[in-house]
DNA sequence: ACAATTAGTCAGAAAAACAAGACTACTCAG
DNA sequence: CTGAGTAGTCTTGTTTTTCTGACTAATTGT
């Protein structure tokens, strides 16, 4: 349960690590994503998996998790500015590949 | 078993995924790593999963296996120039952490 | 010749991740 | 007040990943 090791990146990496992470992510850069959207539209997924990833990627500060009060009430999660940082990483990574 | 999914950098993260394979990435930026000196200096280390994580980034070619004849017969594992490219990626990455 | 080192493979067990279905709780429309 | 939608949790079971220990096989040191 000790987790000294001494990769920087190895932590980002676990961050997006799972089946669903990056996907999440993914969607996140085009707008504020809702769980029962992402449990309709990502192929597999199921209820449990989604709502870890969500709360792992906001516990990981990447998300943050509005509720929207007006209207009909629902919750949004929106990339934060750490989240945002991570995108043009990604890009290259799209590139790469 | 089919993998059809719409994120291009999902790819290089499962490349790097997995508990050993990150560490192994960044121990061979600074030389050659070898199988029995990976096994005594990463702590939690076992036979089989670095086996397995060298093999894969050989296959996904960013380590190359080199055979050193000479001396004491033994096997290197060197960065490939594809493993190169993803270094600058992922300084990036440890900026952020 | 004998033991140690290097570099693994293999089978089985243990642990972690993932999935399915039932259930809760609140809101909203009719 | 009833039914549908959103956003989950909980329990159980399956699948995947990781770990352990035994084994192989070639080379090197004494």
Same mark, same amino acid.
């Given at each position: 349960?000790? &987790? $000294? &090791?001494?990769?920087?990146?190895?932590?980002?990496? @676990?961050?997006?690590?799972? @089946?669903?992470?990056? $996907?999440?992510?993914?969607?996140?850069?085009?707008?504020?994503?809702?769980?029962?959207?992402? =449990?309709?539209?990502?192929?597999?997924a &199921?209820k449990?998996?989604?709502?870890?990833?969500?709360?792992? =990627?906001?516990?990981?500060?990447?998300?943050?998790?509005? *509720?929207?009060?007006?209207?009909?009430?629902?919750?949004?999660y929106?990339?934060?500015?750490?989240?945002?940082?991570?995108?043009? *990483?990604?890009?290259?990574?799209?590139? =790469?590949?």
């Amino acid at each position: 349960m000790e &987790n $000294e &090791n001494g990769c920087p990146a190895q932590a980002l990496l @676990k961050t997006l690590s799972g @089946k669903f992470k990056p $996907e999440i992510f993914r969607r996140a850069l085009q707008g504020p994503v809702r769980f029962s959207e992402l =449990l309709r539209d990502i192929d597999g997924a &199921n209820k449990q998996s989604v709502a870890v990833a969500l709360k792992e =990627l906001e516990e990981q500060g990447l998300l943050h998790k509005d *509720i929207i009060t007006p209207k009909p009430l629902h919750i949004e999660y929106t990339l934060t500015p750490k989240g945002q940082s991570l995108v043009a *990483i990604f890009q290259q990574l799209e590139l =790469l590949s």
